[in-house]
C-alpha cells in the first residue's frame, strides 16, 4: 500500500500560515468534493485561523458541487456525530491538542468514522497530483447555516442515561477555551449536575492553559475542584473528543486508569469485546475479564479502533465498547468515534452508581508499572526484527510493531505514527520486573537503559 503523505493517525496539521493555509484547504475541499458528492457538513473548533480555513475548504466543496452546511464552532464527535444523521461527508477544521498556532482538517465519512487509509491515500492523490473539475455556475453547490445542530449531539449524549443521574454531584468543567465551551456544560447540567467552570469561554488564544489538557495545564482546575467541593474535575482537549479527569483532591488521573474506571462501568452493563490499541494497559484486559468481557487488540489509532468495533459487530460479535488510552472513549450504542463529552456523562454515571469518592474508586483498581521512552535515531524496522528474532521463542504480538506478552507483562516497540522515533512501554505488576524487562529490550537493540 502507498503511503499516506500529508495525512497522519489523526488527519492533517500543521503550522497555520506556514504549512497549513488556505490554499492547502482549498485543495482538501476541491478533492474531497469531487470524491464525494451531495451534502458535506464543516465545523471547527475555536483556532483564530478557523474561519480562513474553513472558507477555504467550503470554497473547494462548493465549486465541485457539493452542498455545504456550516455547522460553525463545535466538538469533533458532535460534528461526527450530526454526519452520521445527516451528511454525505464532514470537514472538521481542528489541530486538537496541539499548540494554538497550529491547525488541520479531520475528513469525516457518512457513517461518522474518520476516513481510513486507504481513501485517504485517494484523496490525497488528488491533493497533490491531480487537476480537479469543477462544475458549471448552474451546478455550484449552496451554503447553508446550522451553529444550532450542535444541540442534537448534546441531547444524543443526554439521552444515554437516566433523567436526574447526576442530581446531587457537583463538578468543575474545563473545556480550555475550546469546542467543548458550548456542549459539557450543558451536557451535566442536563444529567442534574451541579456545574462550575473554568476557561469556558470560546477563545482560539487559549489564554486559561493550552489545548493539550496536561497536569501542569490543569493546576487551576485542581484548585478549583477542592475550593469547591466538588467530586470531580474534568478536562478537554481542544475539539473535545478526549476527556480527562481529576480526583475530588484535584489530583490528576492517569490515563490508563480512567480507560479502567469506564471498563468497570460499562462492561457491567454490556458483555462483549473491548477493543483497544496494543498499548494500553493490562489493567482494562483484568477489569474486562472480571466482568465477563474479553479483549481485542488493534494498531495504535482510534480509527483503527473504531473499524475493529464495526468489524465485530458486522460478523455478529457483540461490542462491549472501545477506546484509547487517552480519554478517547468509543461507545457504539452513541456513535463509533472518540467522544469527550460522551466520557465526561459516563463519569457521571460511574459517581452516581458508587459511594465512594473518585480517589477511592482510582485506589481500588489493579496496579501495574509503566516505563515509557522515545528512542530516536535508529532505523525502525530492522530493530524490530532484531527484536523478533532475540525473543523468538516467547509470546509475540505483531499488530503494530512488536508486542511481547509474558504471563504477568508486556512490552511494545513500535515507530511512532506522528514523530520519527520509535516508542517503548513496559507494564510489569512492580516497578522491578518492569525494569529488567525494559532493561533486556535495550540491550537487545544495542542500547543503553536511561532508566
Ligand atoms: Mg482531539
Not at 426 to 437: G, I, L, R, Y
Request: hydrophobic share 40%; proline share 6%.
Amino acid at each position: 500500500m502507498t503511503e499516506k503523505r500529508l495525512f497522519g493517525t489523526n488527519g492533517v496539521r500543521g503550522i497555520a500560515g506556514a504549512d497549513m493555509t488556505p490554499a492547502l484547504t482549498l485543495s482538501i475541499g476541491l478533492a474531497l468534493g469531487s470524491m464525494r458528492t451531495g451534502h458535506i457538513a464543516v465545523g471547527r473548533d475555536t483556532r483564530t485561523s478557523g474561519p480562513a480555513l474553513a472558507s477555504a475548504v467550503k470554497a473547494g466543496l462548493l465549486a465541485t458541487g457539493c452542498d455545504v452546511t456550516d455547522c460553525g464552532i463545535l466538538p469533533t464527535p458532535a460534528l461526527q456525530y450530526l454526519v452520521k444523521e445527516h451528511f454525505d461527508a464532514g470537514a472538521m477544521i481542528t489541530a486538537s491538542h496541539n499548540p494554538p498556532e497550529y491547525n488541520g482538517v479531520k475528513v469525516i465519512e457518512p457513517d461518522g468514522t474518520e476516513m481510513g487509509d486507504e481513501e485517504t491515500i485517494r484523496l490525497e492523490a488528488k491533493i497533490l497530483d491531480e487537476k480537479v473539475p469543477l462544475v458549471t455556475w448552474n451546478a455550484t453547490g449552496r451554503e447553508y447555516q446550522a451553529t444550532h445542530l450542535v444541540r442534537e449531539y448534546t441531547d444524543a449524549v443526554v439521552e444515554q442515561f437516566p433523567a436526574g443521574i447526576g442530581d446531587g454531584i457537583t463538578v468543575v468543567v474545563d473545556p480550555g477555551c475550546g469546542a467543548a465551551c458550548a456542549t459539557t456544560p450543558e451536557i451535566l447540567t442536563r444529567l442534574g449536575c451541579r456545574v462550575v467552570t473554568i476557561n469556558s469561554q470560546m477563545d482560539g488564544t487559549f489564554p486559561g492553559r493550552l489545548p493539550e489538557p496536561s497536569p501542569e495545564g490543569l493546576r487551576p482546575l485542581g484548585e478549583l475542584v477542592r475550593s469547591t467541593g466538588a467530586a470531580l474535575g474534568i478536562a478537554h482537549d481542544g475539539d473535545a473528543d478526549r476527556a480527562v479527569f481529576l480526583d475530588e483532591n484535584g489530583t490528576f488521573i492517569e490515563e490508563n486508569q480512567e480507560f479502567g474506571l469506564i471498563a468497570g462501568q460499562v462492561c457491567r452493563a454490556r458483555k462483549g469485546t473491548v477493543v483497544m490499541p496494543v498499548s494500553t494497559s493490562r489493567l482494562v484486559e483484568t477489569i474486562a475479564h472480571q466482568n465477563g468481557c474479553d479483549v481485542r487488540y488493534t494498531p495504535v489509532g482510534s480509527i483503527y479502533v473504531a473499524r475493529a468495533m464495526r468489524a465485530l459487530e458486522a460478523e455478529g460479535t457483540p461490542v462491549a465498547f472501545g477506546g484509547e488510552g487517552n480519554g478517547g472513549l468509543i461507545y457504539p450504542d452513541h456513535q463509533y468515534c472518540r467522544d469527550g463529552g460522551m466520557t465526561a456523562a459516563m463519569m457521571i454515571a460511574i459517581l452516581a452508581r458508587e459511594h465512594g469518592t473518585v480517589s477511592d474508586l482510582v485506589a481500588a483498581l489493579p496496579m501495574f508499572h509503566l516505563i515509557k521512552e522515545k528512542i530516536r535515531g535508529t532505523d525502525p524496522s530492522a530493530m524490530i526484527t532484531t527484536l523478533s528474532a532475540a525473543f523468538a521463542g516467547e509470546s509475540i504480538d505483531r499488530t503494530d510493531g512488536i508486542r511481547i506478552n509474558r504471563e504477568e507483562s508486556w512490552a511494545l516497540i513500535r515507530p511512532s505514527g506522528t514523530e520519527p522515533l520509535v516508542r517503548v512501554i513496559v507494564e510489569s505488576p512492580d516497578k522491578k520486573t518492569a525494569h529488567a524487562f525494559f532493561d533486556e529490550i535495550m540491550k537487545n537493540i544495542g542500547q543503553s537503559s536511561k532508566k
